[in-house]
């Protein structure tokens, strides 16, 4: 049997950690092991636990959750860090990814949605709320940082990519996972991993957030 995905929680609200742990608690794979009120708490607590996923919220007393994911990481590294906030502020946003945040959520996500969220973090994948992919556009562009590269020029008047490569960036763009896309697609969840692979070295990416911010800014130019 697959050990349960462990996670720790750093909100300086008990409520909402104890609603936290209520509502994840109800899923046979996650286990929270462990929670913090501020960063300094959860800096004392994680070398011993080292959870696999740490939700992070920002506006935390003393030190910002954004502010604190350089420490965090270094006292649990092998952790994934996923913002969990209130905050659709697309300045937190880059700087989180900056910092080596693996998502950013926020905290009207769906119970279930957070749970695979969770899941999907934990495997390595970037998680983004998808209402946020447009700020995250805005924000790179505006602090002229681009995360994703210019397209070489001979692929300016005509894409690369396969009509099921398109098909499958633009749900990329939209946030959607592998077995989402593969239940909207009507295709094996493998054939999605695939064609996800493609569409990385087709476009010189590295990760699925380029491309997402990749097909984003293509729309806009469009």
């Keep these: 049997m697959t050990s349960p995905i462990t996670l ?29 009120g501020d960063a300094s708490q959860a800096l004392r607590l994680l070398p011993a636990l ?5 939700l992070l919220d920002n506006h935390l007393p003393g030190v910002r959750g954004v502010d604190a994911i350089g420490g965090l990481r270094e006292a649990s590294p092998a952790s994934r860090i996923v913002m969990l906030t ?9 700087s989180a990814l900056r ?16 749970a695979e969220a969770v899941r999907r973090a934990a495997r390595g994948e970037p998680v983004v709320s998808p209402e946020m992919m447009g700020k995250l556009v805005n924000a790179f562009q505006q602090q002229g940082a681009p ?22 960036l633009r749900e990329i763009a939209q946030g959607a996972s592998n077995k989402e896309i593969a ?7 493998t054939t999605v991993k695939l064609h996800v692979q493609h569409i990385l070295r087709k476009l010189g ?6 491309a997402a911010v990749y097909a984003s800014d293509r729309q806009r130019e469009n």
Aim: charged share 30%.
């Design 8 to 36: 720790f929680l750093v909100d300086d609200h008990m409520l909402i950690r104890r609603g936290l742990v209520a509502l994840l608690g109800q899923y046979d794979d996650l286990h929270v092991v462990g929670e913090a």
């Design 50 to 54: 080292r959870p696999d996923v740490i």
């Design 86 to 94: 209130v905050s659709e502020d697309g300045d937190d946003l880059a």
């Design 99 to 114: 910092q080596g945040a693996q998502g950013y959520l926020l905290k009207t996500i769906d119970g279930d949605l957070l």
């Design 147 to 168: 995360v994703a590269p210019e397209p070489p020029a001979a692929q300016e008047d005509a894409s690369p990519l396969s009509p099921r490569e398109e098909e499958v």
């Design 183 to 189: 239940r909207r697609l009507d295709i094996a969840e």
């Design 205 to 210: 990416l590295s990760s699925r957030v380029q």
